[in-house]
C-alpha cells in the first residue's frame, strides 16, 4: 500500500465528519449537487440548502421540469448563482441524454454543463465507487506538504491527479477512503493557516515537518473583496428578483438606490448575458417563467 494510504484510511474511519453525502445510499444526483454546492462554499453553508434542494427536486429529471428561475431562487444565498443555472442545464441532459440517471463515465460526465474534471471524478468515484485519482484544493495542499515539503501548493497542474493517483491502493473501495481522507484531512487538519499538525495521522511522514516548516511562496488565487464588489451588487439585484418571482420587477424599482448606479446597471447587464436574468419591456425577471 502506497505510503500515505494506510495512516490516512485508518484517521479517517475515525475523524470524518458525519455529513450528507457520505451516508450509505445518498446517490449519485445528490452527489452531483453536492459537489455543485461545495464549490468555493462552506460546507456548514452548503447542508442545509441542499437537504431543501434534494427534499424539492429528488431526482434530475424533477429539476429539468422547473423554470431555471426556481433553481435561481432555491439557491438563495449561495454565492456564484450561474452554478444553479449549469445544474439545471446539467439536470436537462440527464433527463434528455442519459434516460434521467446521472452518468458513471467520466467523460459523460464532463460532457455535462458545469462539471469539470474535480466533479466528474467526484461523482465516479464517491457515488459509485469507481477508482480514480480526486483532487481538489485542499488535497493540493495534503500532497505538497507531506510529500514535496512545500508550505502551498503550486498553480492546479496534471500533475497534481499523478501525485494522488500514486498513492491510492490496488483495491477499489480503499482508494475511495484516501481520495475523501486526503481532502477531509486538508479541510480540517492540514488547513492554509492554522494546520494542527499534533493531529495529523502523516506527522511522522511529513516532508514540511521534517524540513523545519519552510515557507514557500503562496500562488493561490486571491479571492476579491466582496463588500462593494461588482458580485455584491449582483447578489443584491438577485435577492431582489428572488423575493418577487415569479413576477417580474419593473427595471427602475430593482434596488434603485444603489450608490453607484453604473455599478449597478453593469451588474444587471452582465446577469442577462449570463442568462440569470431575462428583461422584457423595462422589467426584470429570473428566468424561465412566463410573462404576466
Known amino acids: 500500500m502506497p505510503g500515505l494510504a494506510a495512516p490516512l484510511i485508518a484517521w479517517y474511519r475515525d475523524a470524518a465528519r458525519d455529513l450528507p453525502w457520505r451516508r450509505e445510499g445518498f446517490g449519485a444526483w445528490g452527489t452531483l449537487v453536492s459537489e455543485f454546492m461545495l464549490q468555493q462554499t462552506p460546507v456548514n453553508r452548503v447542508v442545509p440548502h441542499l437537504e431543501a434542494w434534494l427534499t424539492r427536486w429528488p431526482t434530475p429529471a424533477d429539476l429539468a421540469a422547473s423554470p431555471p428561475g426556481d433553481a435561481v431562487t432555491q439557491w438563495a444565498n449561495l454565492g456564484y448563482p450561474r452554478r444553479a443555472l449549469w445544474l439545471h442545464r446539467a439536470a436537462v441532459e440527464i433527463r434528455d441524454r442519459h434516460d434521467g440517471v446521472v452518468p458513471r463515465d467520466v467523460e459523460a460526465l464532463l460532457a455535462l454543463t458545469g462539471i469539470g474534471d474535480y466533479t466528474a471524478r467526484a461523482v465516479a468515484v464517491f457515488a459509485y465507487g469507481d477508482r480514480h485519482p480526486v483532487v481538489d484544493t485542499n488535497t493540493r495542499r495534503v500532497l505538497a506538504r507531506a510529500i514535496e515539503g512545500r508550505a502551498q501548493p503550486g498553480p ?68 476579491a473583496t ?67
Open 156 to 223: 492546479p497542474h496534471s500533475r497534481d491527479l499523478e501525485a494522488m493517483e500514486a498513492e491510492l491502493p490496488a483495491d477499489v473501495a480503499e482508494s475511495a477512503i484516501v481520495n475523501a481522507a486526503a481532502m477531509e484531512l486538508g479541510a480540517i487538519v492540514c488547513t492554509a493557516r492554522a494546520p494542527r499538525c499534533e493531529a495529523c495521522p502523516l506527522a511522522t511522514q511529513c516532508a514540511w515537518r521534517a524540513a523545519g516548516y519552510p515557507a514557500s511562496e503562496d500562488r493561490r488565487r486571491k479571492q
Open 226 to 292: 466582496y463588500e462593494g464588489s461588482d458580485r455584491q451588487t449582483r447578489g443584491a439585484v438577485l435577492k431582489t428578483l428572488r423575493e418577487a418571482a415569479p413576477a417580474a420587477v419593473p427595471a427602475f424599482a430593482v434596488i434603485p438606490q444603489w450608490p453607484d448606479a453604473a455599478q449597478r446597471d453593469r451588474a444587471i447587464d452582465s446577469l442577462i448575458a449570463d442568462g440569470l436574468v431575462e428583461a422584457a419591456d423595462e422589467h426584470l425577471r429570473l428566468p424561465g417563467h412566463p410573462a404576466s
